[in-house]
C-alpha cells in the first residue's frame, strides 16, 4: 500500500514557475513508477509526465520543454518542477503510483494523491 500526498501548487502569473511535491509513504518507494496526471475543468484527467524506477522519463507533448519530472527515493519524493507556465496549465495536478512500467493511461495507476491546485493567471 502507498500513500501519496501532493503539495506546492498555488497561483502564479503565466511565464512564472512551481516546483510539486509529492511525499509517498512506505520502504518500497523506489520500486515504483511515478507520475504526475491534471485535470482542468470540465476536462478528463490527462497524462503530464512520468518517471521509472530507473529514473528515465516521459512527458505528454503539451508539457514537454516546459515541466521536468525527478524523483528522490532517499525521501520517498516525486517532483514535478513547471516553468514557462500558461494559463492552460491551469488544472488540479494529481500524482501516481504503479508497480510496473512507465505508462501514460490513467487507469494502470493503482495509487493516487488528493491532488493539488495550479492556477496560472493570464
Known amino acids: 500500500q502507498v500513500q501519496l500526498v501532493e503539495s506546492g501548487g498555488g497561483l502564479v502569473q503565466a511565464g512564472g514557475s512551481l516546483r510539486l511535491s509529492c511525499a509517498a509513504s512506505?520502504?518500497?518507494?523506489?520500486?515504483?513508477?511515478m507520475a504526475w496526471f491534471r485535470q482542468a475543468p470540465g476536462k478528463e484527467r490527462e497524462f503530464a509526465a512520468a518517471?521509472?524506477?530507473?529514473?528515465?522519463?516521459t512527458y505528454a507533448d503539451s508539457v514537454k520543454g516546459r515541466f521536468t519530472i525527478s524523483r528522490d527515493n532517499a525521501k520517498n519524493t516525486v517532483f514535478l518542477q513547471m516553468s514557462s507556465l500558461k494559463p492552460e496549465d491551469t488544472a488540479i495536478y494529481y500524482c501516481?503510483?504503479?508497480?510496473?512500467?512507465?505508462?501514460?493511461?490513467?487507469?494502470?495507476?493503482?495509487?493516487w494523491g488528493q491532488g493539488t491546485q495550479v492556477t496560472v493567471s493570464s
Open positions: 512506505g520502504r518500497t518507494f523506489s520500486g515504483y513508477a
Open positions: 501516481a503510483a504503479r508497480q510496473s512500467a512507465v505508462v501514460m493511461a490513467r487507469s494502470l495507476y493503482d495509487y
Open positions: 518517471i521509472s524506477q530507473y529514473g528515465s522519463t
